[in-house]
């Protein structure tokens, strides 16, 4: 459902993102990891056609989200790492919006709201203006804007920042069932328990480079270390490691 070929995006002398080769199967959970600044968001980005690679080709669907954009996007849902809403709508009024972006509209798309705003026990704030919302409430209607279209594929920059441990939870059970049934999932996180409790296959990212791609015994292997968690794991395939002396920084 996703794949990427040669992926590559400049800015000026500097190489964010270098010939990144990856697949996607339909049905799949795939977890991205990568210290900060490795080039993940920037992925991210392009994935979803916010960015457009300086070299490569991605595809979504076997749409080209360059060539073919409005047929590629139509696939995909985008939710950001920032829950970035129209303040002066109401939550009804935007997930309608988002709704309209993609063609649909009428009474299928009114009972889809509904149902949205329902599990993500937003119902009552349905006419409130979004401004009003808090932060972890932003981020469900998000959440919900992103599906309102029954998308093939979702595309996910840090999915649980703001939200509170039911609705973190409710999300990792949406994922699943969500793959469960065939659609595909692209996971950005910081939270390494999330990616390996979650995570179908993971790739890690490392200075713009794809640098390890597999499941976890995958990357167990790659690095040597049986039995080890992702914490340990990431750290080993990046070479990260803690070089400062804490005791002459906390003495």
Known sequence: MIRLRGVTKRYGAFEAVRGIDLDIAKGELFGLLGPNGAGKTTTMRMIAGILTPTGGTIEIGGESIVD?????????????????????LTGGEFLRFTAALYGQDGSTIETRIDELLALFDLTPWKEELTESYSHGMRQKLIIASALVHRPEVIVVDEPMIGLDPKSAKLLKALFRNYTERGGTVLMSTHTLEIIEGMCD???????????????????RREAASEGAGMEELFLRLTGEHLDHDLDAVLG
Do not use: N, Q, S
């Open 68 to 88: 073919h954009p409005i047929a590629a996007k139509a696939k995909l849902g985008f939710i950001p790492d920032r829950p970035y809403v129209y303040e002066k």
């Open 201 to 219: 296959r993971i790739g890690i990212i490392h200075e713009g480079k794809l640098i390890a791609c597999g499941t976890m015994a995958d990357l």
